[in-house]
């Protein structure tokens, strides 16, 4: 069976790789075009072009191309384009998806599942069909999501389990997909700055959650400041008087949003601690680095 793979971040590496591991003949992948990645750089392929020409294997960022190669199948992975009809007529098509169809169909499943506070997620093999992720199930698993995971270890986690289906199914056949139920249809649009905006009266939860997602950010004496990750708080702790971590107020631990310490920051039910920060213009950084030159004890984010 020859096939074409379609896929550009690094979440659609690992299956590239198992197929080409396992002696598929992976006849073509067809990635994103090279850009730069940072200022003044040079242009970079995309992880998954990397990966092909490291294992030998032809690569173009034309979809037209997939047409040429006298494919059996294409395996279509995060590839963040729409598959033209001319492509999905010529050879069928399967989608290895991040989420439990048809929940979160779309750009950005796993950081959706995150934000929304889904206790599971997982992964669904699918036929490529018109529609946005409309297609017809082959198989699917479920996958718990810890209350500490991090968009970046889910992504990791599910792309190996996601190789892995995608292999059981070549080898033991697609069989019949199942029709996607309409019940408990959601939409996975593209996390945007403003969905990672931390705001001073958020809950201990909801800025959990966007630092969970990443690129998390506020704003600190009219500059922005990326919270990069967190440290539990406890509720009660010995050397940090109990009214200061448990439902503070104005009076015992100062307003939403206000610095009570170098690393810990009052929300609207609670406190977290800051563990690493980017300050605008620098690099990340260890909180008690930052706030050794910024001494924020007293001021608010958002401000």
Partial sequence: MRIVYFGSPRTAVAPLVALHEAGHDVALVISGSDKRRGRGSAKTPTPVKAAALELGLDVSDDMADALEVGADLGVVV???????????AAFPLVNIHFSLLPRW??????ERAILAGDTETGVCLMEVAEGLDTGDVYRRVEVPIDPTDTA??????LSHLGAQL????LDEGLG???PQSEVGLTYASKVTTDDRRIDANMTVEDVDRRVRVGGAWTTFRGRRLKIISLRDVPTVSSDVDAMSLAEPTAESAGEPGTFISGSRIVLSDGVIEVVQVQPEGKPVMDVAAWANGADPVGDRIGS
């Fill in 166 to 169: 995608l292999l059981s199914a």
């Fill in 152 to 157: 970046t270890e889910l992504h990791e986690r």
């Fill in 78 to 88: 995060a590839y963040g384009r729409i598959i033209p009809n001319e492509i999905l």
């Fill in 105 to 110: 169909r779309g750009a950005a499943p796993i």
């Fill in 176 to 178: 019949d997909p199942e």
